[in-house]
């Protein structure tokens, strides 16, 4: 029998987290931001980056490691670049500022690449990649992350999990959108299961301690996440970890801190890239060959075991339909995560539905 869950309609799901980021001090606006941020992550399934890691925040503005008074501030614009400061103000606060930023240079120089260092964790890369590609912009994120990956061949972590984003635009329920992580899976679905108290992860996902695979959730916990493909996904880490914390002077590889580190801010960078279609191909022509590319993948025979085949972005906007609808699943030890917040802040949890 499955696990118990709690299911809480997205809205007051929404709605809740803004009130726990108030709770801890933060502006309505601001809390709006990261609130919205999140129940993205739970609404496309991706729920590594969803409420999960709103009581981590919610401990890190307690204890001052977040500023979640904090907009930053550019500290360079030239051409159709720019270097920002974020001030170690909450990610989703400054991601939205510099995505903005971006999407201006962007439309002025037909490409725009932003950067911003001592920052913090900006939840699903996919959220602004498709703040860009809105806009009629392709999106890209980038964001170096904490240490807990090691290089290629080696059993000490030098790496983040350090995401790519890349979304085109187009209708939100069909437009390609890739957004991964560098390792096989996001380290907080790793976390997840382990807070829900699941004994088995599946292969490939993490190693011990020693460098051994293991699905073990316990050893996968105080072990190590794999890299994606071996040397490839260390390239491709290395690759975020350049583009963000080389580029922009910001914490690189052990320097940066984390969720569930408490001595100092976690001093991560993004980064965002923004291109106009129109000055290539023209944003129709864009349009069309991006239909065609899509038809020409969807019309491959799928492999045994398989009935369709799927584009990038493609599983996302089924959760988020059917999330929209039936609302968000939340894990036991999640849920009582926030429940203990909420009535240290004296605030009414919304409605759930238990299934057992
Ligand atoms: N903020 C951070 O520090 C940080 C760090 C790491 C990861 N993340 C986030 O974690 C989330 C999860 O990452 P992940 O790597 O575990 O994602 P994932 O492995 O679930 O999916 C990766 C990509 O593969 C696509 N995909 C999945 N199944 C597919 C299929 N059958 N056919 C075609 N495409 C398919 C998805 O649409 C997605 O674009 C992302 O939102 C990422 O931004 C954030």
Redesign the pocket.
């Known amino acids: 029998m499955a696990d118990p869950f709690y299911v809480v309609e997205h809205k007051a799901l929404e709605a809740f987290a803004q009130q726990l980021l108030e709770g801890a001090g933060v502006a309505p606006h601001r809390a709006a931001l990261v609130a919205s941020n999140l129940i993205f992550?739970n609404l496309r399934g991706?729920d590594?980056?969803g409420m999960q890691l709103l009581p981590y925040y919610v401990e890190q503005l307690n204890s001052g490691l977040i500023d979640g008074a904090q907009d930053g501030a550019p500290i360079n614009e030239s051409g159709a670049t720019m270097l920002y400061n974020a001030a170690n103000g909450l990610g989703a606060v400054t991601s939205d500022i510099c995505c903005g930023h971006a999407i201006r240079l962007a439309k002025a120089n037909g490409i725009a690449f932003v950067v911003a260092r001592d920052a913090n964790?900006?939840?699903?890369?996919?959220y602004w990649g498709r703040r860009i590609s809105r806009e009629g912009l392709i999106g890209f994120a980038f964001?170096n992350?904490s240490p807990i990956v090691p290089p290629f061949q080696a059993k000490e972590a030098r790496l983040?999990?350090?995401?790519i984003?890349m979304s085109v635009p187009g209708p939100a329920d069909t437009s390609w959108?890739?957004?991964?992580?560098t390792t096989t899976?996001?380290?907080?679905?790793i976390f997840k299961a382990y807070h829900n108290k699941q004994e088995e992860i599946p292969a490939g996902w993490a190693m011990d301690k020693e460098g051994r695979p293991t699905t073990s959730t316990n050893e996968a916990f105080n072990g190590l996440v794999m890299p994606l493909g071996g040397y490839k996904g260390t390239g491709l880490a290395v690759m975020v970890e350049i583009l963000c914390a080389i580029l922009g002077g910001g914490a690189m590889s052990t320097e940066v801190g984390g969720l569930r580190v408490k001595d100092r801010p976690m001093g991560?960078s993004h980064s965002f890239l923004a291109i106009d279609p129109a000055r290539f191909t023209g944003a129709a022509e864009f349009d069309t060959r991006m239909d065609k590319l899509t038809n020409y993948l969807h019309s491959a025979a799928p492999g045994a075991g398989f009935d369709e085949v799927?584009?990038?972005?493609?599983?996302?906007s089924r959760f988020e339909k059917a999330r929209a609808e039936n609302g968000i699943p939340l894990g036991p030890g999640e849920w009582q995560r926030l429940l203990d917040w909420a009535g240290k802040f004296n605030i009414a949890p919304p409605a759930s539905n238990h299934n057992a």
């Open positions: 992550g991706v590594s980056h964790h900006f939840g699903a890369a996919a964001c992350a983040g999990t350090n995401p984003c959108l890739l957004d991964m992580a899976v996001a380290a907080n679905r991560v799927l584009i990038a972005g493609e599983p996302e």
